[in-house]
């Protein structure tokens, strides 16, 4: 079965650092990405993961451990406009389709 | 980078009527489309994957026969929703496949269409 979880919300300063923490239990995994949804809006990529480590774009990084099933997303200098969903998706294998599975979202508020 | 085009952006239809949403890609050939539907304050629920001239293959508790898949080239991509029911009423959304020369993959999503259904 497929089961990601992620915090529903959480509520940060401005100027701050924030880690949005992800959770998977998948039958198969091939990478782990990570989106930005503002209301009413569609996904925009902000980091892909694969293998276990830190991958740094910015002021978001992206952190993996396979063996653990987990992963987080750190933004950093937080700006008001970074409140949006941050969406954890894992991708399944490609016998598998491919496709990928989306967590629930956190929706992340930044208050000045 | 690459465009990925989904249109109407909002259509609102009269209950038992039918819906067509294109999915296009712009710069790029995609021989797999996903689609999405997200209810509000919800996550993207995967709806089916669309594969350029196969069947398209359905995630479980979804109707193949109300959703209607279509992908008949490598750009373009459809989904008509017949029917359609007030319950219907969600936020749809496409995104793409694109293989780069060194085989790797990155997916592209369409800005999405709202149907309300009434």
């Known amino acids: 079965g497929q089961n990601i979880d992620q915090p529903t919300e959480m509520t940060a300063t401005e100027g701050a650092i924030v880690q949005i923490n992800c959770t998977y239990q998948t039958s198969g995994f091939n990478g782990l990405f990570w989106y930005q949804q503002h209301a009413g809006e569609a996904p925009t990529f902000l980091s892909y993961n694969v293998l276990d480590g830190l991958e740094e774009k910015g002021r978001f990084s992206s952190f993996l451990s396979r063996s653990k099933g987990y992963s987080y997303l750190l933004l950093k200098e937080l700006q008001m406009k970074d409140s949006a969903s941050y969406l954890c998706?894992?991708?399944?294998?490609?016998?598998?389709?491919?496709?990928?599975?989306f967590g629930q979202g956190t929706e992340l508020s930044v208050k000045p | 980078g690459a465009v990925v085009s989904q249109h109407p952006s909002w259509v609102i239809c009269k209950s038992g009527t039918s819906v067509k949403i294109e999915c296009r890609s712009l710069d790029f050939q995609a021989t797999t489309m996903f689609w999405y539907r997200q209810f509000p304050k919800q996550s993207l629920m995967l709806m089916a994957t669309s594969n350029e001239g196969s069947k398209a293959t359905y995630e479980q508790g979804v109707e193949k026969d109300k959703f209607l898949i279509n992908h008949a080239s490598l750009t373009l991509s459809t989904l008509t929703v017949t029917s359609a029911h007030p319950e219907d009423s969600s936020f749809y959304i496409c995104?793409?496949?694109?293989?780069?020369?060194?085989?790797?993959?990155?997916?592209?999503f369409g800005s999405g269409t709202q149907l309300s259904v009434l």
């Open positions: 998706a894992v991708r399944a294998l490609y016998n598998q389709g491919g496709k990928l599975i």
């Open positions: 995104s793409a496949r694109e293989m780069d020369w060194g085989n790797h993959e990155k997916l592209f």
